[in-house]
């Protein structure tokens, strides 16, 4: 009985920390959102964090005008529909730098040990025209998260320049926890 009772015990501390949200983006605006989405883990501490590499032929991980996607883990952004389709994730890890790397979104270092422990966290961008200007830049995320990267992080932002609102929150639904990630027209 004791050895049931810990290895349940043992499995809720595994499961409360590990990846249980999808995460759900919707870029409402004429601009493109290019920058770096982040994901880190949730519990304060020496962690590791990763972000998402350039998607689709994009030369920095872009979230085009108009989008709306989602991805239902960190292991599956792969399997977006194009251009969405994110194929790999750059680690940092400060406790031991052998792991710092980037890896195929389906590697099991990101299916097994990031999924584990990371949460989505935030989004830096710039809001771009479609001759490449910036228009405004942001920093929207999960601040309990991100901040345990290093990462001061907005739930929901206004442009300085542009007016243009972002916001990022998490809701949970009966089969489970969805990360949103909003830009409004």
Request: aromatic share 14%; charged share 10%; glycine share 8%.
């Amino acid at each position: 009985m004791k050895k049931t009772a810990a290895l349940l015990l043992g499995l809720t501390g595994i499961l409360s920390s590990a990846q249980t949200s999808s995460f759900v983006f919707n870029n409402y605006n004429t601009y493109d959102a290019v920058g770096r989405l982040m994901t880190c883990s949730p519990t304060p501490g020496l962690i590791k964090y990763m972000y998402a590499s350039p998607n689709g032929n994009f030369g920095s991980y872009t979230m085009p005008a108009g989008i709306s996607s989602s991805y239902a883990s960190f292991g599956t952004t792969g399997l977006a529909p194009f251009p969405m389709n994110m194929m790999q994730w750059n680690v940092t890890d400060p406790s031991n730098t052998n792991n710092n790397a980037s890896y195929p979104y389906n590697h099991n270092f990101i299916t097994s040990t990031m999924s584990a422990i990371n949460e989505w966290a935030s989004f830096h961008f710039t809001l771009r025209d479609s001759s490449g200007n910036a228009i405004d830049s942001y920093l929207v995320g999960d601040p309990a998260i991100a901040i345990n990267a290093g990462v001061t992080a907005n739930a929901y932002q206004i442009g300085a320049n542009s007016g243009i609102e972002s916001e990022w929150f998490t809701i949970t639904t009966s089969t489970g926890k969805v990360t949103y990630f909003n830009i409004y027209p």
